[in-house]
């Protein structure tokens, strides 16, 4: 098995995101630093909502009491740590672009959590997964610059890899925020320039064809208002720690998160973006090429 | 007492939007959509964080389109502020 060339943003633009320093996001983020939209439904903390996200995934992959488990953007970690020390999980791997975030995982020593420096379009792995999560990566596939055709060949190229992995009936469960009511022309100069470099969001149809005669979508969720709810608190606890997070980022940077977390809490309330929680299973047999 | 903090609000956000258009303060209309002002999600987030500075609490961007128009918005700041501000007082009066 060949490895591919990562059609989404380069280790370089990961890293000027998430390697701006892992004190900084340790002010905002919960203590489990999980770096996505949560799940409210019956919760009131970001902690436990949270972690209710972490464990729908392992339900929809149906990762518990497995022996493997892949988690693709697997951020600082959370994902892989309750695979192995709530899920009965043997062995939990995490692919992520971020240098600050494997060496964050590797300094927890948690048993049976193996994070590498490493994209999914280059990993071969050892031996199949029994179940595959991605949760809030999948925002990295692709380009802005990329024609259409493109960027869908780029996602059918990570759910191929994905098919491969997994066993017969193998499930994914994949979280990513989409285009909703809104297209590419409407992408915020101020994200793709001082953000997100190098990133574009998909859309709902550009998921279900890239993924056709590979996957069957299972279940899905359209979360949105979730991902509002996230932004502002996150931005709330941002601006409870602000003198330590201009002491660490200086005060531009902290501005231009202040801003991003506002700006996206707008976009989800309104609708012009989405947040989708999608559960798929593998096709069998099916015709590759 | 409520409505004079409403007043006050309307009359400090009709000043901030004429500035941003650079219109009349008296050419603004109260009851007219901020997005039919051609206020976007940036401006609303410019806006909020004057308003939340000037009012001394913190504000959420997406009040704005929570309620969409000068006279909305303040009514509900006031109103807010008024129930904290009760809040507190009550809070205050409670037995130890
Ligand atoms: C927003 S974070 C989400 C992290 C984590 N899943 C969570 O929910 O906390 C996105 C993650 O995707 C990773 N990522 C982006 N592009 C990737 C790629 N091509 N291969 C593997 N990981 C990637 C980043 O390094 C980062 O860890």
Known sequence: MSTLPNPGASAKAIQFHYDIGNSFYALWLDSSLTYSCALWDDHDTLEAAQRAKIDYHIEKSRARGQARVLDIGCGWGSTLHRLTSNAGVRSATGLTLSQEQAAYIGQQRWPGVHAHVESWSDHVPSAPYDAIISIGAFEHFAKLDQSPKDKIEGYRGFFRRCHEWLPPGGCLSLQTMAYENSTRADFSPFFASQIFPESDLPRLSEIASASERLFEIVSMRNDRAHYARTSLEWRRRLLRRRLEAVALIGEDAVARYDKYLQLWAIGFHIGTMGLLRLQFRKLEPARLH | ?96
């Open chain 2, 1 to 96: 007492m409520s409505k004079q903090q409403q007043d006050d609000i309307e009359n400090w956000l009709s000043d901030l939007i004429a500035e941003i258009l650079e219109i009349p303060p008296s050419k603004v209309d109260r009851t007219k959509r901020f997005d039919r002002y051609g206020l976007d999600s940036v401006a609303a987030v410019s806006v909020t964080g004057m308003l939340g500075k000037h009012l001394g609490r913190d504000l959420d961007a997406t009040a704005m389109y929570d309620y969409p128009t000068i006279s909305t918005l303040s009514r509900y700041l006031a109103e807010s502020m008024e129930a904290e501000g009760i809040k507190a007082e009550s809070m205050e009066g409670a037995p130890q």
